[in-house]
């Protein structure tokens, strides 16, 4: 949630100076003065590392932000008002950070704003492409279908995100087991037969010794390896906030086996809806190209974008880039072409993203019937090794008393 900073004057006549967090510059205005304070001036603040608020996922729901739109669109086609719609929205949406914006929202529509320009207010929780096909459907008089249109986009998002995050939810939680299974070995289990090998004077392996080495780190050292996660953590944050270092690990991700295709698909299918549902919304090219750029969230895509646009203010076509470069595949840029020949880009584009959410989906399913048996091999090798250090020793141990 952003941060302002405000002016006020309090009631002794004392001018103060202070930072307030609120969703828009309206909301903020409002907390002060029932604060009883007379404001002189309320801004925005810049995001910093110190103020910035870091976030992996848009506060609102996408799943909620669909029913919205559903709602919204129907609404609208039943012929209530838009400030109407807003208001009956705002008090039935199970969304709390919702009902906030939609509150805020309805307050600039009955000061005369445009449901765009209200939008626009709220930019982290309505992206810069959502408030774009807003403003068209408003330039239109066609708001209702840029709504379900909207619709139709966020859904087919949501069903392909779901998607991926299914196909990865395996192995994190195998992995997640496997360490926790590990450190519960190295710091309960293997310590009860230190002793015992000391008592007996056995001659331990290296296995052995490996593992006894470890389970002495992580009982008295295990700081260190917190401080090793938090530090992974916050430099992890760091590359993917910068585009130079971001497009460095968005392309090692691209490059890795297996998960590397189902992103390139994915990228590539969000690319290709989005830019057909602005096309065909009538908002111009070259911004629907620069909106593209934000929601592809992936450097090495956004990049060549980046060149379709400046070749196309050239003169030259949209696809030229595309056809050099290996994340496109040559379908892609095929389409591309022929619907820029053909002047049905917004068809093309959107017969690309039907194409690539079907690969998606079989790219996933793929990825969970591969990844479960080396994930399985992963977490036995993990515990066998534990395992089998301690039962050498145990071995020699039961020989020697035979």
Known sequence: MPQFQYVVRMKTGKKQTGKITAISQ???????REREMRVLEVKEMPETLLNKEITFINPLKLKDFVVYLRQFATLLQAGVTVVDATRILANQTESKVLRCALESIEDELKAGRALSEAYSIHKRLFSRMFISMVRAGETTGQLDEAL?????Y???QLRTRQKIQSAMAYPITVGIIAIAVVIFLLVQVVPTFVEMFKENNIELPWLTKMVISASGWMQKEWWIFFLIDVFVY???LLIIRKKGSKYYWDYAILRMPLIGKLLQKSVIARMART???LVSSAVPILQALTIVEDVVDNEVVAREIRK???ALQNGNPLSDPLKKHWVFPP???SMIAIGEQTGSLDQMLA???DFYEAEVEIAADRFKSLIEPVMVVFLSAAIGTIVLAIMIPLFKLYNTIQ
Do not use: H
């Open 26 to 32: 309206r909301e903020a205005y409002e907390k002060l």
């Open 148 to 152: 379900e249109s909207m619709a139709n």
């Open 154 to 156: 966020y859904e087919k």
């Open 234 to 236: 916050l430099n992890f």
């Open 275 to 277: 830019l057909s549902s």
């Open 308 to 310: 379709s646009r400046t």
């Open 331 to 333: 379908l892609v840029s």
């Open 351 to 353: 017969k690309v993203a």
